[in-house]
């Protein structure tokens, strides 16, 4: 089963408003365990970066003058994340953002029930309980040291073991491996060549054999 969990960092709180997507982080897990492959971009917005959104992610609009637009990336992503199910912490407000950038490319939106949204899940899970990234993070004593601002991949790989946690799989495979079509074919060969191992009945158990046989009345062996 492969998943994407997936951040985003962006200008402001509403694509509405004028906002941009300005960073995007994208994380593949193969049976919910990450499988190394990743999309990370950081974009020009076309616009000012207000100083409220960059004290939370640290990037200001001299660092984003030099990236690629959206729509220079959005082949890339799209064909990252494919059809798989997203894994997203709120995910009403980024695939809101992802989606109105796909709209200025008259590019399909992204469905949000094709989304697995773990902030709602921890709200479910943990009714009246702190429901952030940190809190979770916390929670599952998981290391978000070097978080002190927020940033799209480095999210994404808090959240993909926040997610684990919060669904139970943290050993989802119990360290089994895949048993090849070879590894069989193997295993019949030695046992093919293993000689039959003899059990003779001790003196003692053919006495007691007798003596059984002699209680017998009408033995099945006997009858026509």
Same mark, same amino acid.
């Given at each position: 089963?492969?998943?994407?969990?997936?951040?985003?960092?962006?200008?402001?709180?509403?694509?509405?408003? *004028?906002?941009?997507?300005? !960073? @995007? +982080?994208? /994380?593949? =897990?193969?049976?919910?365990?990450?499988?190394?492959?990743?999309?990370?971009?950081?974009?020009?917005?076309?616009?000012?970066?207000?100083?409220?959104?960059?004290?939370?992610?640290?990037?200001?609009?001299?660092?984003?003058?030099?990236?690629?637009?959206?729509?220079?990336?959005?082949?890339?992503?799209?064909?990252?994340?494919?059809?798989?199910?997203?894994?997203?912490?709120?995910?009403?407000?980024?695939? *809101?953002?992802?989606?109105? !950038? @796909? +709209?200025? /490319?008259? =590019?399909?939106?992204?469905?949000?029930?094709?989304?697995?949204?773990?902030?709602?899940?921890?709200?479910?899970?943990?009714?009246?309980?702190?429901?952030?990234?940190?809190?979770?993070?916390?929670?599952?004593?998981?290391?978000?040291?070097?978080?002190?601002?927020?940033?799209?991949?480095?999210?994404?790989?808090?959240?993909?073991?926040?997610?684990?946690?919060?669904?139970?799989?943290?050993?989802?495979?119990?360290?089994?491996?895949?048993?090849?079509?070879?590894?069989?074919?193997?295993?019949?060969?030695?046992?093919?060549?293993?000689?039959?191992?003899?059990?003779?009945?001790?003196?003692?158990?053919?006495?007691?054999?007798?003596?059984?046989?002699?209680?017998?009345?009408?033995?099945?062996?006997?009858?026509?």
């Amino acid at each position: 089963m492969r998943e994407i969990v997936l951040d985003t960092e962006t200008t402001g709180l509403n694509p509405n408003d *004028g906002h941009r997507i300005i !960073e @995007l +982080g994208c /994380l593949e =897990l193969i049976n919910h365990l990450p499988s190394g492959r990743t999309f990370h971009s950081y974009f020009n917005p076309e616009r000012e970066v207000p100083f409220a959104a960059t004290e939370i992610h640290g990037l200001t609009w001299d660092d984003l003058k030099g990236q690629p637009i959206f729509a220079h990336q959005v082949d890339l992503f799209l064909e990252f994340i494919a059809n798989d199910r997203l894994v997203i912490h709120n995910a009403e407000f980024d695939l *809101g953002f992802l989606n109105a !950038e @796909l +709209g200025r /490319l008259n =590019l399909t939106s992204i469905g949000l029930d094709r989304a697995v949204d773990t902030l709602k899940i921890a709200r479910q899970k943990y009714p009246g309980a702190p429901a952030s990234l940190d809190a979770l993070c916390r929670k599952f004593s998981i290391n978000n040291a070097m978080r002190d601002k927020h940033g799209a991949l480095l999210d994404a790989d808090l959240l993909a073991q926040v997610y684990v946690e919060l669904i139970d799989a943290r050993q989802p495979a119990l360290g089994l491996s895949a048993v090849t079509a070879g590894d069989v074919k193997e295993i019949r060969s030695v046992n093919a060549h293993r000689q039959p191992r003899v059990y003779a009945p001790s003196q003692e158990e053919l006495l007691h054999h007798r003596s059984l046989l002699k209680k017998l009345t009408k033995p099945i062996w006997l009858l026509e």
